[in-house]
């Protein structure tokens, strides 16, 4: 299968074709989806010492402001100090253990726990405590603090790392900022913010956002919006990404003359006319590149730092271990999968949609967050479909008939996935 080379462009993303790692073609064991000793490994080993996004910056903007996470059985606590500067923290009052915050966020000019009315202030000291000549020990003031934990802010995130002696933030992301920053992920709006309760393993679902060798079975419609053979993957030190060219057909599917109707639709979206292309069905994706633009332009949006087969294309990327993201002109869909605290077969996927914003103009409020269990919210019909078939991976994944992933070329991120993932886990075999 041949994969398409990118043209270099002036600006925008680059699109270097990166040297292929050797990785061998062993199946991939079935047992680190389900086993309850591989996930108690994942954690001790890779979670605890990797870079993780704790939130998004418009969740904590002023000083005073605050919000948690959850990564696996932790909690986290992330706030911007009066100075404006953003810090995190385990979320436990250093008394009796009490969550300081339950869930969610807000503001506040310190941080009282519930249960004894402990006080910290936004960097962490505790400053006050009722009754404080009760102890014999001493009174803890200016003795305790909260636990912080390495943070930084990248991409529009507020990011964490519980290891104390991680490499900084830049070091761990590598190439991603330079690949990324021409989209401006910190300018744009959410205009959705939810998590969705999923029955399988946190990899289960990267797995499935990592490759579209599932396109033809999962989601036939896409075989008219995305050419799923002419792919471009790049395998960088822990992330990797695939460039994909969108509003074009599947080389697999026959287009020889009406316009199917999802790329009738981007024409008329994008201000064209699907009957200038009939028969010429392969040139409605240079033909909507410019559309787009000019569309920007006429609506004040600045796409100056892509190129143009950015305008179009799914510029898909992994950042280790668990944030996959569709990257468009004029969306983003953000993923991010979260282990469940006890169980291999369950996990958290946060659903962000990104949209540009027009230049000048004020970003709306993030929406509200909801959380929903599987299957009682629509992401839309192409993640519906992955989200009802993930299930059915996960149980086949647990059978005694199932030894593991037996993958193709196209595949092949997710191998790099596991070779990362074993890099920090360690083969105890
Ligand atoms: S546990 Fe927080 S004040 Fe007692
Ligand atoms: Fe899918």
């Known amino acids: 299968m041949v994969a398409a080379a990118r043209v270099s462009q002036s600006v925008g993303t680059p699109v270097e074709k990166a040297p292929e790692p050797e990785l061998g073609n062993g199946i991939i064991p079935a047992e680190r989806y389900v086993s309850r000793s591989f996930m108690q490994k994942e954690w001790e080993r890779m979670w605890t010492r990797v870079w993780l996004i704790g939130c998004h910056v418009d969740e904590v903007p002023e000083p005073g402001d605050y919000t948690t996470t959850e990564i696996g059985d932790e909690s986290i606590l992330i706030v911007r100090g009066h100075d404006g500067v953003v810090g ?36 962490g000291r505790l400053i006050h405590v009722p009754d404080s000549e009760d102890f014999p020990s001493g009174c803890p003031v200016d003795r305790l603090s909260l636990k912080a934990l390495p943070t930084d802010v990248w991409g529009g995130h507020v990011w964490f790392n519980i290891d104390p002696d991680c490499e900084p933030l830049r070091d761990y992301l590598g190439i991603i900022p330079e690949h990324l920053d021409p989209y401006r992920l910190e300018d744009m709006a959410v205009v959705l913010n939810v998590t969705m309760e999923w029955d399988c393993n946190w990899k289960t679902a990267v797995d499935a956002f990592n490759e579209v060798y599932h396109v033809q079975g999962i989601h036939p419609e896409l075989m008219y919006d995305m050419d799923d053979l002419s792919i471009q993957i790049d395998l960088y030190e822990r992330h990797n990404r695939y460039l994909i060219a969108w509003t074009t057909p599947s080389q697999k599917v026959d287009v020889t003359d009406a316009v199917p109707p999802i790329l009738a639709q981007h024409l008329v979206n994008a201000g064209g006319n699907p009957e200038d292309y009939r028969g010429k069905v392969l040139d409605i994706r240079k033909a909507l590149q410019q559309l787009r633009r000019q569309r920007g332009e006429e609506n004040g949006i600045d796409f100056s730092r892509l190129n143009d087969d950015q305008m179009t294309d799914d510029y898909h990327y992994f950042i280790f271990p668990n944030v996959t993201m569709n990257l468009f002109a004029e969306h983003v869909l953000f993923f991010r999968q979260r282990p469940h605290e006890s169980d291999p077969n369950r996990m958290y996927f946060d659903v962000r949609i990104f949209k540009p914003i027009p230049e000048g103009t004020k970003k709306p409020p993030m929406p509200e967050h909801a959380t929903y269990k599987h299957g009682e919210f629509s992401l839309g019909l192409v993640v519906d479909q992955d989200s009802v078939n993930l299930p059915h ?26 070779a990362t993932l074993m890099s920090y886990v360690g083969d105890d075999e």
């Open 88 to 123: 995190s923290f385990y979320n436990v009052c250093q008394h009796r253990g009490n969550q300081l915050k339950f869930s969610g966020g807000g503001t506040a000019d310190t941080i009282v726990c519930a249960y004894h009315l402990w006080e910290y202030d936004l960097s």
């Open 393 to 418: 991976v996960q149980k086949g994944m647990r059978s005694r008939g199932y030894e593991g992933l037996w993958i193709c070329d196209r595949e092949r991120r997710l191998r790099h996935m596991h």
